[in-house]
């Protein structure tokens, strides 16, 4: 059944945990599933979605999302994409190509990025999508719900004007909360 649904959160929210989850579904109930991740996601390796809960699924890494298009074939029906955010804008064609087709597509990202900017093409996609499920993290600080990815450098907040990819896990990114959440500066929404 073509669909499109966006898993969205802060980093530690379970976005991969979830889209491996979605797959796995799939797999039970007979269907042919396809997953990807950018090929910078090579936090553990290459050839799998890696959750930060252990869980996996095998995954082909690539940087250019057109690329995408030359391993589906007529008998996949669900296409899960991981790290979604990381790839440029064309993967909102692929993506629409893939709807056209009749595939099921389950993208997985984060919704914003470290300064508090919605990230990539992650916008578009939650517009597009006929599902969002926006998942919440803990707070490292407070404990309550984090919508929030805190980038640390040195054990203190980056700067808004830091580079904006920066590849890692919980040696330099925590999950804050609205409240616990630092920058230096805010994005000026009226200017873009």
Not at 67 to 96: A, C, H, K, R, W
Request: with cysteine; proline share 3%; aromatic share 8%.
């Amino acid at each position: 059944m073509k669909r499109l649904e966006v898993v969205c959160g802060s980093m530690f929210s379970g976005k991969s945990e979830e889209l491996i989850r979605r797959l796995r579904r799939a797999e039970i109930a007979k269907q042919n599933i396809l997953a990807f991740k950018h090929s910078w996601d090579m936090r553990k390796n290459s050839d799998h979605i890696d959750a930060h809960s252990g869980d996996k699924i095998k995954a082909i890494a690539l940087e250019n999302p057109l690329d995408i298009m030359n391993f589906i074939y007529p008998e996949v029906q669900v296409v899960g994409i991981d790290e979604v955010q990381f790839f440029s804008q064309s993967i909102v064609t692929v993506v629409l190509n893939l709807l056209d087709q009749g595939k099921r597509v389950i993208v997985a990202g984060l919704d914003l990025d470290f300064r508090g900017v919605p990230f990539g093409s992650m916008p578009i996609l939650m517009s597009l999508a006929d599902n969002v499920t926006k998942l919440a993290a803990v707070c490292m600080n407070c404990g309550n719900d984090a919508h929030f990815t805190q980038r640390l450098v040195n054990g203190k907040p980056a700067k808004f004007n830091d580079p904006l990819i920066l590849i890692g896990a919980q040696e330099c990114y925590q999950a804050r909360c609205r409240e616990c959440y630092v920058i230096d500066q805010r994005m000026k929404f009226d200017q873009i």
